[in-house]
């Protein structure tokens, strides 16, 4: 093939962004003519594996569509014209490793497939398929890893089967041994599209099998997919608003857009670098302030990571009904219970009001996750795998890793060193919407009950509830559950009174045993910020 132009196809999955994407960047130095891909592979949009439940609903497809067109219009911005070609996004329908087939075939002239590394199984198989298909063409394959924030290879514990089984120990190792690489600037001219390929259409949500959501007022997400609207979300968070500088006392409210980064939806389709968003905090840190919240957004990208570093060590073992520590627990798989549970008809308003915001809206605060997590596991006992698949299908921001990682965290199966963590959605309830705010606003049969009373209808005298409107059992089921450690915080409060609501600024007092942890190392780390 010397003397021969050299076409390089860059199959993008999770990395829907221009800008730190080793696939492109490789391609741009490496070939001739550059074919940007995105396949809607049709097994995204059969049944999760256990319970059947849609793989991809509708808010994620929502939002996949929208990051699929942003990323062709960026790199049609950027596309140097040859021959009345110039750079797009190709986008196909079907398997990649077939559609990578089809286009090796056609154009006779692909020298390279390129495509980033991912973690778990069904994408690994994709990888081995890509594989056998170069491997029987004499097609070079190019691969790279990029969607955590430190590079595996960089890790202070190789092999990877060295991780660490609890997260403290890896965070500690990791800000004390390892270095986040510097990000790739793509060029401002991409190399132009093979002549005689074509764009492709990009399917609607009704090619998909899905109907577009109706946008509801009261989500906490109002936003678009897409690399544009990742980095205009970090303009605003960081360098508009400087919300940044009080994340850690926000980050666990309920309510509106802005008591967190909201990054985690473009994170999960690779619309924003975590590398970008580190060297951004760096930025911000030299230049207006580093304090406990700006080293909390790095905290949680090692969250992030950690994940999927886990599931690079486990494997399958991710998904299995006994989790890491190959567990023994009597799971029940009463789908009664769980249809009260995913459709927010508990009797527990903190539940109830999480699962309706997720349903209606494809997202879910970080507090509440944790919350119907632990009560789906702890005090419903039902198989984890139930809630793992319904958040799989319905979030927005939808990360295998991330997903089944917490899933098996929450259930008591996965990393977490203590044993028996259980919340108590009341005192949860209490502690984070203490006004009772966050369950008036998404479960609108309650509203009639004032202040913190809300939490616990159950528990007011048929006076109270009568004047509220409230029935329970016709306007508001009864509890499915009452776990006896919930007496403790409704006993002890006279009716109407309100705790202070934490949530709404972020925990007034952060348990001794939690604060700061890994804060002083890290600032001791920064001699350069004052």
């Known amino acids: 093939m010397s003397g021969a132009a050299r076409t390089a196809i ?5 990395d829907l962004r221009a800008h730190d994407n ?4 490789w391609a741009q130095g490496n070939a001739d003519f550059v074919i940007p891909l995105y396949c809607f592979d049709p097994r995204h949009y059969l049944g999760t594996h256990c319970y059947g439940f849609p793989n991809t609903g509708p808010h994620r497809l929502r939002f996949l569509l929208e990051s699929v067109k942003d990323l062709r219009e960026t790199l049609k911005k950027k596309g140097r014209p040859i021959f009345c070609v110039c750079s797009t996004l190709v986008v196909r329908k079907g398997k990649p490793e077939d559609v990578v087939c089809d286009l090796i075939t056609q154009l006779g002239s692909v020298s390279a497939v390129a495509f980033h590394e991912e973690a778990t199984q069904e994408e690994l198989d994709v990888e081995k398929g890509l594989c056998q298909v170069c491997s029987q063409r004499g097609v070079k394959i190019q691969t790279f890893w990029a969607s955590t924030l430190y590079h595996p290879d960089d890790l202070p514990f190789r092999p990877i089967a060295r991780l660490p089984d609890v997260y403290t120990q890896f965070r500690k190792a990791v800000e004390s041994g390892a270095k986040v690489r510097p990000t790739l600037r793509m060029a401002d001219q ?35 997919g897409g690399e544009t609207q990742a980095l205009m979300r970090l303009q605003y968070y960081f360098w508009d608003t400087n919300l940044v500088a009080s994340y850690k006392e926000t980050r666990n409210g309920l309510v509106g857009v802005d008591y967190s980064t909201k990054f985690a939806p473009w994170l999960a389709l690779g619309c924003i670098s975590p590398r970008y968003i580190y060297e951004q905090i760096q930025k911000y840190e030299r230049e207006r302030a580093a304090n406990q919240s700006t080293y909390w957004v790095l905290f949680e990208l090692l969250w992030r990571d950690y994940f999927r570093f886990v599931a690079l060590k486990y ?35 903190f539940v109830d009001a999480n699962m309706r915001e997720l349903a209606a809206t494809g997202f879910m605060s970080n507090r509440g996750r944790q919350n119907v997590a632990s009560f789906l596991t702890k005090d419903l006992g039902l198989d984890w795998r139930m809630g793992a698949e319904w958040f799989e299908y319905l979030l927005v921001d939808y990360d295998v890793c991330s997903n089944y990682g917490n899933w098996l965290y929450s259930a008591g199966i996965g990393n977490d060193p203590r044993d028996n963590r259980k919340f108590n959605m009341i005192k949860q309830g209490l502690d984070y919407d203490g006004g009772g705010d966050y369950v008036r606003l998404w479960v609108p049969e309650l509203q009639g009950i004032k202040g913190a009373d ?24 009864p509890p499915v559950v009452t776990a006896p450690e919930w007496s403790r915080h409704i006993n002890q409060r006279p009716q109407g009174q309100s705790p202070h609501p934490r949530g709404r600024r972020g925990p007034a007092h952060t348990p001794m045993q939690h604060k700061d942890r890994g804060i002083d190392f890290y600032f001791s780390r920064k001699k350069d910020v004052r």
């Open 315 to 349: 494997g399958k073992k991710i998904f299995s009904l006994r989790g890491l520590q190959s567990k023994e627990v009597p799971w029940k798989k009463d789908l009664q219970l769980f249809d009260c549970w995913k459709d927010g008809k508990t009797g527990v308003p």
């Open 454 to 477: 809300i939490h616990t209808p159950w528990a007011l005298r048929s006076a109270a509830l009568s004047q509220a409107g409230v029935t329970l059992g016709e306007t508001y089921p």
């Open 10 to 14: 860059c199959l993008l999955r999770c």
């Open 190 to 224: 991409l190399k132009p599209l093979a002549p005689g390929v074509e764009e492709g259409c990009i399917p609607t949500m009704e090619d998909l099998g899905q109907k577009a959501p109706v946008t509801d007022p009261r989500t906490a997400f109002p936003c678009s």
């Open 22 to 25: 080793q696939v492109l960047h």
